[in-house]
């Protein structure tokens, strides 16, 4: 069933026919035909047919194990000429079991969304679909808090400003919007995650990069999150896509980062899962693109009990 994008959903009668999980659970892609065969973001500039589809297998290959010894992990089929569909997290947005869709900003992913909606409806999820004049990117660009009360929305490159309201209306949340100001960090998703509190206490954290926003988002930031509850980034390790990281409950995989960042989050009472995903950086992506959520906030993070990596 899709949504007419004109009408809102009486929610409590919506969800009530969607798939639930009781599990964290994502959906992955493999990288059969990845490549970086265009330029769409700083970091594919210099890298044209330069990362390596093996490496990149193997790559995704343990990014799978280890996100499968703590979540359940569904797998689409990756198709041709979608290169960038390895990256399925931009493909949507998903919570209660609705999937906002992505309407891809550029030409060149506009065709892995018939793919994904298939998926997605023949597996239950209702669809809200977003028009095709304002761009959104799923969570490349939009996310959650870690309680799945509130959302953040980026614009400025990639999601139009418009579709922010759109979102917001398909699950009646609160939406901040947040401008991107660097190019390097097009999507929210490379300089921006909410984390849960490793504690399983309320009162979430933040893991993101200042320099990629302007001065009016970094304040609703700062006023949303207390100081002791901010990891800002280095750009050192923002460059080595530390924010683009996935995150359930105390655990948190991402790249390589610096002992400084691994220590204060270990001090905080994170586990952190360090990938090596040198072939995805090079298509402007790391960890938390390669994995679009299923399940919601609260079971994503544990709530129903703890997780650990083995
Ligand atoms: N090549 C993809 C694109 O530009 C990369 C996406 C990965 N991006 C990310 N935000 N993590 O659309």
């Avoid at 298509?283 to 083995?310: E, F, N, Y």
Wanted: glycine share 8%; net charge negative.
């Amino acid at each position: 069933m899709v949504i007419s994008t004109a009408v809102s959903p009486d929610v409590s009668k919506v969800f009530a026919s969607t798939p639930q999980f009781t599990r964290p659970t994502f959906l992955m892609c493999p990288p059969e035909w990845y490549g970086v065969d265009y330029v769409l973001n700083p970091w594919m500039a210099g890298n044209v047919h330069r990362s390596s589809r093996d490496l990149a297998f193997a790559q995704w290959k343990s990014m799978h194990n280890v996100l499968r010894s703590v979540a359940d992990v569904r797998l689409l089929r990756p198709e041709p000429g979608c290169p960038d569909m390895v990256f399925l997290a931009h493909g949507a947005l998903i919570h209660h079991g609705v999937a906002a869709i992505s309407s891809f900003n550029p030409q060149q992913r506009r065709a892995e969304t018939a793919h994904l909606r298939r998926w997605l409806i023949s597996e239950g999820f209702l669809l809200w679909e977003t028009p095709r004049e304002t761009p959104f990117e799923g969570e490349g660009d939009v996310a959650f808090n870690e309680e799945g009360t509130a959302l953040w929305a980026a614009h400025g490159v990639r999601t139009c400003r418009a579709a922010h309201r759109h979102l917001a209306d398909a699950w009646q949340v609160p939406i901040t919007s947040l401008h991107l100001s660097d190019p390097r960090f097009y999507h929210l998703d490379t300089c921006f995650t909410p984390l849960a509190n490793p504690t399983g206490a309320g009162g979430g954290y933040i893991l993101y990069y200042p320099g990629a926003f302007d001065a009016a988002s970094i304040a609703a930031i700062e006023s949303a999150y207390p100081a002791d509850h901010r990891f800002a980034v280095s750009e050192l390790d923002a460059t080595h896509m530390a924010c683009c990281a996935l995150n359930l409950g105390r655990t948190i995989f991402t790249g390589e980062i610096t002992r400084e960042l691994a220590t204060r989050l270990f001090d905080a009472g994170f586990d952190v899962v360090q990938l090596e995903l040198s072939e995805f950086i090079k298509g402007g992506g790391g960890a938390k693109s390669l994995a679009l959520r299923l399940s919601d906030m609260p079971i994503t993070h544990g709530r129903l009990g703890q997780l650990a990596v083995s």
